[in-house]
């Protein structure tokens, strides 16, 4: 064929290979924008557990926040209040662009007169979610009861739309008279309870985190990502977790947000440091949404 001849133009084979080559290269790069458009819309938001950075908060817990919104967190997670009020607390998070996400609170806040308490603080902050972050029944028996405890918090909470939950560590996971405790209380529990997997802690106990997530489906409503395995600055996409699988059922699931988790809270650098190399990885993994 002469292409000089068919376009009335003068056009080199050479003219018409680049133009073909970069007329592929817009359709492959208008399909991928398209994709990652699509996979945007699906992904989860990230926010991190505040005990991550727990020294850095100490220190300065406004300079901490924008520092965790810097890295492109867009909520956290507390586990304390470094003795703020809540309404001095929800300031820090509208002026650095932040929600809140959830809140580790002890048993004996969720508990009699306590729970009228704390769920008008976590009003105050904007906050639904409302996680016991340790417990421990000790005796099958003691485990149902608790089982029973939350189901009958969680009737008293859903009124203000807000969720109970319970975070996981290894002991959960260990048998107890021939039952895991685990097992015990979200048998037990209605589907409102919420059930905040750990994966890190979750695989300390020798249990797959993606089997207890398949076992128990509609109660992650929000999951802690943990790394497992290396060193004390590995973080996540940097161990053991299959985080392609996590992310995959998270996605089809009722998931609404991540808390990242890191153990390097006792130092105020180094926990930022190692936060940051967490939503870094997450990048890398494509967990991160496209706002963020």
């Known amino acids: 064929m002469n292409l000089n001849q068919y376009?009335?133009?003068?056009?080199?084979?050479?003219?018409?290979?680049?133009?073909?080559?970069?007329?592929?290269?817009?359709?492959?790069?208008?399909?991928?924008?398209?994709?990652?458009?699509?996979?945007?819309?699906?992904?989860?938001?990230?926010?991190?557990q505040l005990?991550?950075?727990?020294?850095?908060?100490?220190?300065?817990?406004?300079?901490?926040?924008?520092?965790?919104?810097?890295i492109g967190y867009t909520g956290v997670e507390f586990a304390g209040y470094y003795d703020r009020s809540a309404k001095e607390l929800r300031q820090m998070l509208d002026d650095n662009g932040l929600k809140c996400y959830g809140t580790h609170t002890g048993l004996n806040t969720l508990q009699?007169?306590?729970?009228?308490?704390?769920?008008?603080?976590?009003?105050?902050?904007?906050?639904?979610?409302?996680?016991?972050?340790?417990?421990?029944?000790?005796?099958?028996?003691?485990?149902?009861k608790l089982?029973?405890?939350?189901?009958?918090?969680s009737q008293v909470v859903r009124k203000e739309k807000m969720y109970v939950g319970y975070h996981a560590h290894a002991h959960d996971f260990h048998k107890l008279d021939g039952q895991v405790p685990w097992d015990i209380f979200f048998g037990g529990t209605d589907e409102e309870v919420v059930m905040q997997l750990d994966t890190s802690?979750?695989?300390?106990?020798?249990?797959?985190?993606?089997?207890?997530?398949?076992?128990?489906?509609?109660?992650?409503?929000?999951?802690?990502?943990?790394?497992?395995?290396?060193d004390a600055d590995t973080v996540i996409g940097g161990g053991e977790v299959d985080w392609k699988a996590i992310f995959d059922f998270c996605d089809k699931d009722v998931t609404e947000y991540y808390?990242?988790?890191?153990?390097?809270?006792?130092?105020?650098?180094?926990?930022?440091?190692?936060?940051?190399?967490?939503?870094?990885?997450?990048?890398?993994?494509?967990?991160?949404?496209?706002?963020?």
């Open 201 to 230: 802690n979750c695989l300390d106990a020798g249990t797959d985190p993606l089997k207890v997530l398949k076992k128990y489906p509609k109660r992650s409503r929000s999951v802690h990502l943990k790394e497992h395995g290396g």
């Open 147 to 153: 089982a029973d405890e939350f189901n009958a918090m």
């Open 112 to 144: 009699g007169d306590e729970l009228k308490k704390t769920i008008e603080f976590n009003q105050v902050l904007g906050n639904k979610y409302l996680i016991c972050p340790w417990m421990n029944g000790q005796t099958v028996d003691g485990w149902k």
């Open 7 to 48: 376009t009335g133009t003068r056009f080199s084979r050479r003219d018409f290979l680049r133009s073909s080559a970069a007329g592929i290269a817009a359709v492959l790069m208008g399909s991928r924008m398209d994709l990652l458009a699509e996979a945007a819309k699906r992904k989860i938001p990230v926010g991190v």
């Open 259 to 292: 808390i990242v988790e890191h153990e390097r809270g006792n130092d105020p650098v180094l926990s930022v440091k190692a936060i940051k190399g967490c939503f870094e990885g997450l990048k890398k993994l494509g967990a991160v949404p496209a706002a963020e």
């Open 51 to 70: 005990y991550s950075v727990r020294s850095a908060c100490s220190k300065d817990l406004p300079g901490t926040l924008a520092e965790v919104k810097k």
